[in-house]
């Protein structure tokens, strides 16, 4: 399939008149998608059973009769209030059992019955209605699902149902819990409930279990959506469109059985040197988000102006940053690319959330930047169309992991289990590294390199294949604060890095929760770099220590190791160092697997690779407000000019190129 | 009228042997005027329909024998606990259906019908026993009222009904809110509600009724005991005491029908240059207040000692202070000032908000000053009497803007609707140029020039008085935000600054929220000023420009123009510029309209204007605590020592000089 | 007795076999004590009335066998999930009357019935059963009581029948609290509510009162179980183990019928000059402690490793510091230790508070330090039990002042009671000088200088003893913000000091609140010291100044004097100086009665002295980890290690040393 653009459009806050000047323009403009119908629910259902789809079918035939494709929603972000005065259920209640209510979107229990019911006929019905339709392609279901934690009864009974289904009884429960610390020993099932009240600190393995819940809830909700659409439409995809990461969903869980991931995209910033902090320069974004499913993706709403809505308005896209931003998505994995929004809107919540279009209706600087985009996206659209990113380092990446870290913060600042892992994936991303981040539990064959930040929960099985990968040759770097616990959040009685500490070829005599204060580790080559967050003071039992703490008590002391494991090695760091230092160790791991990069990066430049068959395509794409300049390792053709390219490539500031 | 001195007393919280002792030495120190059974409703009607005026009787009594007029207060701020326990309906619910409790003052519902029952019966009795009092001079409702938010369902049939009475019907309200967004359409009156569950962002035209309906709320329980105290008290003065600004109520509708402004006045603090931070120098709040009836006002409650209550004690305020803000107060418009309060209260909440005298009952320095203050007021008060503050140059303040633009802050940072308008204000009082602050729908009569701070919500009314204003030889000054929206928050889909563009002669073809990013502007002779905040990018349309942005993208793009249109001209400032750009635009403003101050004024020293028939009273006062000199233009006499001053009036620290 | 070491163990989180290898670790280690029972609610009572208690016979058995003590718990501090599920009135309401519902500890109303009858009859159970074992010593009633606040009927209706044993009836209540303020005047006792809804300010007298009897709930849950131990087990001690200071609990009441105070000691940090910041050096906690009974004392849980639960992991004790943290205990009066715990829970909110040993369980650098320490008191404990600290320096510590000043901070920044009270006995910690810190309402016997900071609310009786102390010949420091109220938080209407005016012979002309606004004074030696929070301006009535303000309108001003008075000296410091200050102060005032110290100390090393008939043991601490040398002034021997010193104690990082 050819890479296109799209566009997000509410038709039922517009006039006729504009849909047609809309239409007209969109199609001047190239843009080859449309979707629709995302919010609309209390329009194409304003009574209870009362469905007005009429407009919606003329709204669909003005933008497919000029030559566009139409994706259509599932409304159920947003229940009308017909729905919700009627039905007291759709409404979730809050920690304190308030009642949230409407105001902004997702008011709405994941598990209420009557949003089940009257929801499914609405899909049931919208479905049906546009199965066949020769231009709608497929579905959205719901839009930016979240967590929204309800405890109401429903959710309380369902929160019980689902321990029991994990659980063979009560006593197995208490005692994987150790709920016996504190008297919190459970008698009867029905002394389970959710968190009411919040905050308070609590059993571990209890809150794990929880936010495992209020995920498959979510899951819940969208699940009986996509059955009723694999019923009714078999010829058209169904996708989400998620929020950005981190976020407390399981996102692999989420999108199992949908056709592809598609997701919001906003990064409304230039290049700034972010060092570890997540996920501002984008590219981890989009790798996580390739890594779902490790397939091409959708970008479903991407940046076309400045943001404001509950914040303030933020700063307008500096010139060119809309284009490169997209380029951006495309270069790791987008085959779509659909901007939110057309136009400003001039009611509601979000009157500050600009399209590409202001409230005035002139089309200005972004539009006319946006139509040079579209323009060249559908020149190259079919060449670059069906090629794939595929990368021989993959960092591991874990939803449990995440969850668990962040119910327990482990060292004063936070020690964020996505900024450490960005600060590992932005080493790559600056030498020009391409990198696959991937769940955790995924197949590691065909990768060289594996980097796997704090698997503070471990399971058996993950440990083995670690294991077997490092055996048969590949190079595995594990972190500090591995192997801590089982997958039911309790301790392990055993020396860390637990069920890994064979393979690491260490053990943990201690560790210190150095939290924000600077401490320093010293390499081989007795270089200094500056630490955080933690410490572990390690014990060779095999490995070979590569750098060493520089200060404290346990100065002298090994701080990273590696461990000779069959065919293979395997790293330790035992605490988290700058990001000079993961450059330093990266480069070292790269010259040694023979990946190291071809190409030198100059500051914010980024580099990414799609292939197909024989052909690579590399995309360079300058972040920043100045000019760059690169050094070609060889001769190449830029896909964008046509212009062939001896020794250098010059970017102008948010400059974009594609070389073959 | 003459100028006078008055004292707050609480004659419930003393002995009798006290309010002679008290009395006397009010007597002997010139105090004219005590307010007093401010919130004594308790002891007024200990039950229900019990009341007991015997004990005020007596209390007005010993000041009115001694020559003091007696100011009464309605007490409906304080319902006593029999009230409110045996009427539930008194308390308010906050977003939360939580009942707000009595603790500190406020705890009642503006729409309870118990309180209107049980209060009117109060304010019936009070106003019926006092109508005659000779002593009686006039009445307080209530005290710093506000807008205690209430979700009671009498507080949400009121909002429904309020709605009711400005919408045809649910479909024209549907459509001018665009409640389509996210599915909110309305299907029946009874889905609307106050917002219950708080500050989770929402429709702005649904918020802005909103908060206009809490203000109309305040008014309600204010206008019935007025409709009382104006059938029972034709000869008595009816006023409210209120808050300073900015507050959440709509102060200008508040007071149409009460016969003058009383407000607080605690500006406990010396000089310091506060740049565009409102309200901190007290010469904008006092041109505030005067403007909200273009009359002379009361100070209710002035600064007597340093405040503690719910917050930490304050400093003390300096020797001089008490009586430098006094006269500042005259200066711009007070008629009477009284001082709160004159003991400190040795019980309740309110212990260290510090009177005149301190608990110890021994008088003190602080005493002393207030003495001097009383007789110096008392020598000059006949003279003074009946002058007025008149200005040529008009700053159009409005409160709907106040409000839309606390609804959704514009940029990081905030941008302050009132501490930008406080930026222009203070470029004026810095030369010692007087301005009127007045309601944006006020005629416009008399002035020459108007400055427009960010008229976010455009009338068209206001647009076009505005207009012709300039087309008969004014000069209007315009700034960014202008014309966004409809009256009901509604986006405008026409060009920046909307209905104003012609006059303004540009059109808005991008803007930036920077935020609080540092820009600068440049202006025609090469001067570089700081900019914040906003930058609209101008397209000329006519207008000519006088500064040019001087630095991102958009350098030499125009950020300040001059439009001659009629005889007059519209200036538009597309930015927040730092405050000496104010200074050097309006400098250039007055130059041209002959309005250039005579009196260059030393730092901290302000000039304000008094005038009476042919006299006119210059007030200077040194709000520093080091000594100021001030160059004369032209010979005077001091009215305050008598004195002639040929060349030089030297102001100690916070000295106080009145020119004639 | 004997000084001994002992073992925070909770036999129900670990197996059996685990029970056999742990005792005989801590037999081998020496360890004398084990607390176990604490939170075992749920295990030893899975239903209500069924007790199960083998298993703890069974534990106590295990340790008892090896000739271990032990202390039991009652577990009163969690109420199993059976008993908050069938009795509701368990759990507290909290000020929005929400629940308070299980997860952390201290679910329970302080009043709740149920909770009084269900664990009654556990107490009458678990103390019958073991009353008469002779391994069992003595019991802990609950742990770290609090005053978790509860709005319940059963609270509401305590308060009322509080209040009236303490008013004679609701006029005297209203007439002493001043509730005519606002309104606020109570018809009916049903009209008296806890603060429901929370911090609105309200009347001071009404919730200092509050205060007191939240304080006394806590006191009611201690006492009925006290109550029934006393009657069973008249021969085994009974204590509580308490949080450290700051609390809003009243310690002096709360232990006034226990054997001896216990309490928690995690001082996980090294030596820094905290200045005036309580609590971090420890050494005033003991001497808090130590002062609530004026006799030695337990530490129940003592710092062992890194804490962790709702906070992050903190850094691991520096090596020594578990050792030296225990020695200081010691040193300031503390007769066993026992720490917290013996290894790291691997389930349960608690997982990262570290105990000695890991999760692991193999034993490191911790656990090999604590054997060390074990060791020596062991050594040592027959030849040091017994042993007292005296001291003839004493400043009163008032928990009424805490209290009240928590409810109405004087100053900006806070002006926090006990900070204030650090400062001061921070000064005599440097120079090596012990202090008693006592009750306020204590005889003052013995003492030479009494030093008494902020007497903020004043009783007769305790100025008078005060007066009595001076005039025999005692020196008396009085601060600012003496004599402001009476006890019932109602300010006295005379010159401040108040009560104490006469002693000190100065009355205070006025104050300036300065907080933190840095002012300065001089003292007659010229010496300039900063100032913050408070500024008294002193007139003088007999006494002498002794250091003048040095800035502001009051520059020359007294800001400290002293008195003649009797016998004795009364010092009067009107404002918060620096440390320096108070250590010149200080220093003059030792010099004067003749109590200088002997040893000049380094910073960072801690001297107390322990007595026993003839003997005195001086232990010498340093809390730094750097090495430290003390001069001597006589030749001692150690105690620790045998050898004569002639000149010179080299202390290592965190060393420890006793000399005698």
Redesign the interface.
Known sequence: MNIQIGIDY?P??WSRELWESDANLMQETGVSTVRMAE?????LE??EGDYRFEWLDAAIDTFASRGMQIVLCT?TN?????LT?RYPDVLPLDE??????????GHRCNNSPSLRRVGSAFVEAISRRYAKHPAVIGWQIDNEMHDQECHCDTCNQAFVAWLRQRYADLEELNRE????????????W??I?T???GG??????YMLEYKRFCSDSVGHLLNWQLEILRRNCPEQFVTHNMWQYPNTLDYYDLHRELDFVSFDYYPNELYRDYGDRFPRNGALTLDLVRGIKRQGFWVMEQLSG?Q?????????P??GLIRARSWQAIARGADRIVHFRWR?????????WHGLI?????P???FREFAQLTREVNRLGERLGGSVVANTVAILHSHDQHTALSL????????SYIDNLSSMHNAFLKMGVGTDVINWTEPLDGYKIVVVPSLFLLSEEVARRLERFAEQGGTVVLTNRTG?KNMRN???????PGLLAEAAGVVV???????R?EHAIRDAQGRIFAAQQWCDLLELRGAQAIAWYDND?YEGVPAVTVNAFGAGQVYYVGTWPEPAYFHALFEELLAQTGLAPGLRLPEGVELSVRTKGEAAFRFLINLT?EPRVIELDTPCVSLLTGERLERQLILPALGVDILE
Chains 1, 2, 3 share one sequence.
């Open positions: 509410y039922e806050q919010f609309a629910w209390s329009r304003p009574a409304p947003t229940p009308p209030n017909w005065a304190q059992l308030h009642v949230v209510r409407p105001g902004v979107r819990w150790g709920t016996v610390v504190w008297s919190g020993e459970y008698g009867d029905a002394e409930t968190p009411i009240g308070r600190p609590m059993n571990p393995s400045a404001g809505a509950w914040m303030p308005i933020q700063r307008t500096y010139p400003s809107a001039t009611v509601g919540a979000e009157q500050f202001d409230h005035s209706n002139v200005g600087r972004r327990q913060a482990q060292a004063e600042g936070g020690m801590v309790v301790c392990e009685m055993r020396p860390l005599s201690e560790y210190d929760a150095i939290g204060s008590f407000n």
